[in-house]
């Protein structure tokens, strides 16, 4: 309860400073209308011509879209700003001031920056999944919505632990922040469905770079065909992710030595 | 003459050795550049293969070939110039590049060029590892390749010179992250980097013809898949040179009023 808390005065902080520059949200917003506008324009160009891609119905495809942009309004939104923070502060020694503070450090630097803004991926990409679930109608049962949301999350939990491995990683070499690039450029992959890619590519997109688990794995959920097996799959995995993280974040601490000292 | 040759040739060793420098950020570079087609190619020759083997007047492997001649045709005439213009009117570093007695559009294109030599073997060893994989279909007739030499310079000056003239935005506003986006979708739909113009809606291929992107990206790949007669390619070549004499007028006219901004702006 306390971690939210805390989340909650973190945000409000970045809501007021935020505020000052409102023009930002229309830069935003525009910059998201025209991203998803782009996501969608392709769509329509590849089902002009098909009616099913691998295995994938237009509606279906739409949806993770919308998935594609909620989990990467989420990334920036909290996890891309503050994990780019924590490195900028191991290369400066700031993170002494976070150290000092009488709580959890990895909860701080988690949520010590907050892109407002990115709120804007989040509510379209959940207008863009509404639309597609609309359309696909009666195939959305309670069973794909709740796996669905269990999906969701662990697919967040995936793409943070994920996001603070890498990001540790400078507690070793402090520059790190071009694998954090890769990671945003590889990304994009993830807008389409991942079993259309061949084999080494889907390898590498599942137990390198785990998007499949952000945005496919969420979607099957959703179009009902997720197996026990992946959704049991995947929530080891987050499990797994995080307990590595927390340990090699621990270890990288003990690292650390300040710049000031 | 000879001072811009030996400027080129100096920059030319500045740019090796901060890219010898900066190994890392060439990788980025090149994973956006490689995965960006790759996943186009996939998809497409996804909706072939489930079409029977061809989509349009293309097929599976027709869409390899297309897609990995694209990333290499992309890389010959990309350019990062509109990043760069906006950190540097930010950071005011452009105040020193003035000072220079030499248009600072030279050094910009040595800098290019020096740097996508250096890539180069690495994007054609990535060109082969796809073809490998995807077995492309890419038989063009001699008379072709050898027309897409001049092809390629042009569509890499027309596109140079535009992005360049589009990057003095920044010396209007500080919002150009705005602008290049909109620069972006458009190239990315209207140069055929999402798929070949002529899997498009025909009022969609008339656009892209009278707009430049398709003569920097898309005229190139279809010449070098062997796709066009030699009065197509010859017309293609006369749109490249319109272009660019637009792109040239475009990028005086905007310097000269672009520089007059700056220096107010900095004083």
Redesign the interface.
């Known amino acids: 309860m306390n971690y939210l808390r805390l989340f909650g005065v973190y945000f409000r902080v970045s809501v007021l400073s935020e505020l000052a520059y409102r023009v930002n949200f229309f830069v935003q917003l525009f910059q998201s209308l025209v991203e998803l506008g782009t996501a969608l324009l392709g769509l329509a160009v590849v089902f002009s011509y098909t009616n099913t891609l691998g295995g994938w119905r237009p509606d279906e495809v739409l949806a993770l879209v919308g998935v594609y942009f909620i989990v990467g309004g989420m990334i920036g939104l909290v996890i891309q700003p503050g994990m780019g923070k924590l490195i900028e502060s191991v290369r400066d020694g700031t993170l002494d001031f976070t150290l000092a503070k009488p709580e959890d450090a990895q909860l701080l630097v988690s949520i010590q920056r907050v892109e407002i803004w990115k709120l804007i991926d989040i509510v379209l990409g959940f207008g863009v999944l509404a639309t597609a679930l609309v359309r696909l109608g009666e195939t959305v049962g309670g069973w794909e919505v709740l796996s669905f949301v269990v999906m969701l999350l662990t697919g967040a939990v995936i793409i943070y632990s994920f996001w603070l491995i890498l990001a540790t990683l400078s507690f070793w070499f402090v520059r790190v922040e071009n694998i954090l690039e890769i990671f945003q450029s590889v990304y994009e992959a993830g807008r389409w469905p991942i079993s259309l890619y061949p084999g080494w590519m889907r390898f590498a997109l599942t137990f390198i770079i785990p998007i499949a688990f952000v945005t496919t794995v969420p979607a099957e959920a959703l179009t009902g065909r997720l197996s026990a097996e992946t959704l049991l799959g995947a929530v080891l995995l987050a499990a797994l992710l995080f307990a590595i993280s927390r340990v090699l974040w621990r270890i990288g601490l003990r690292q650390y030595s300040g710049a000031s000292a | 003459m000879r001072g811009l040759a030996a400027l080129y040739v100096q920059q030319f060793k500045t740019t090796f050795a901060s890219m010898v420098q900066y190994r890392?950020?060439l990788?980025?570079w090149m994973?956006?550049h490689v995965?960006?087609p790759l996943?186009y190619l996939?998809?497409?020759s996804?909706?072939s293969y489930?079409?029977g083997g061809s989509?349009?007047d293309y097929t599976t492997r027709e869409f390899a070939a297309y897609f990995i001649v694209l990333m290499l045709v992309n890389h010959v005439s990309y350019t990062w110039i509109m990043y760069e213009f906006e950190y540097r009117v930010r950071e005011g570093t452009f105040s020193v590049t003035l000072l220079k007695p030499v248009h600072p559009i030279h050094s910009d294109i040595a800098d290019n060029i020096s740097s996508k030599l250096i890539t180069l073997p690495l994007m054609v060893l990535i060109a082969l590892g796809l073809a490998a994989?995807f077995h492309p279909l890419l038989a063009p007739p001699m008379w072709a390749v050898v027309a897409a030499i001049p092809v390629l310079i042009l569509a890499f000056m027309v596109r140079f010179l535009l992005e360049w003239t589009l990057a003095q935005s920044a010396f209007w506003t500080t919002?150009v992250?705005?602008i290049n986006?909109?620069y972006f979708?458009l190239v990315?739909?209207l140069s055929g980097q999402?798929?070949p113009l002529t899997?498009?809606p025909a009022p969609v291929q008339l656009v892209a013809a009278i707009l430049p992107f398709r003569w920097m990206i898309g005229f190139p790949v279809e010449l070098l898949l062997g796709r066009l007669s030699p009065v197509q390619a010859l017309t293609g070549i006369g749109a490249q040179v319109v272009w660019l004499a637009i792109g040239f007028a475009l990028f005086r006219i905007v310097w000269r009023a672009g520089v007059r901004v700056y220096s107010a702006v900095g004083a």
């Open positions: 890392a950020s990788v980025i994973i956006s995965l960006e996943v996939i998809v497409w996804t909706v489930t079409g989509v349009g994989a919002r992250t705005a986006q909109i979708v990315l739909f999402i798929a899997l498009f």
